[in-house]
Nanobody, 121 residues
Framework: QVQLVESGGGLVQPGGSLRLSCAAS????????MGWYRQAPGKQRELVAA???????NYADSVKGRFTISRDNAKKMVYLQMNMLQSADTAVYSC???????????????WGQGTQVTVSS
């Protein structure tokens, strides 16, 4: 019905950069907020960054100044540019979106399958 598919994860050295992408597909009428979450081993999932349809953003304090979230509404995509990566950023990163499905009056919460980001020398 609706899918979110992430790409761009991998292994990077401390201080390096990665760009995550998330593509939404399916019978979508509209997409409201989109965001990136992460979950490290033994820790709870946390919000990394979120962006509204109009482009307003918010970030976790731990990534402010290093990560940038953006979106392309026409392509139904959201991105996360991650710079100055640290070992503490190692986690599975998941895309999230509030989507109104075609022919439905409800906005539902959808998740991608996640992509691993490992920061290590």
């Amino acid at each position: 019905q609706v899918q979110l598919v992430e790409s761009g994860g991998g292994l990077v050295q401390p201080g390096g950069s990665l760009r995550l992408s998330c593509a939404a597909s399916g019978i979508i009428f509209s997409i409201d907020a989109m965001g990136w979450y992460r979950q490290a081993p033994g820790k709870q999932r946390e919000l990394v960054a979120a962006i509204s349809r109009s482009g307003n953003t918010n970030y976790a304090d731990s990534v402010k100044g290093r990560f940038t979230i953006s979106r392309d509404n026409a392509k139904k995509m959201v991105y996360l540019q991650m710079n100055m990566l640290q070992s503490a950023d190692t986690a599975v990163y998941s895309c999230n979106a509030d989507i109104k499905v075609l022919y439905s009056s409800q906005v539902r919460d959808f998740w991608g399958q996640g992509t691993q980001v490992t920061v290590s020398s």
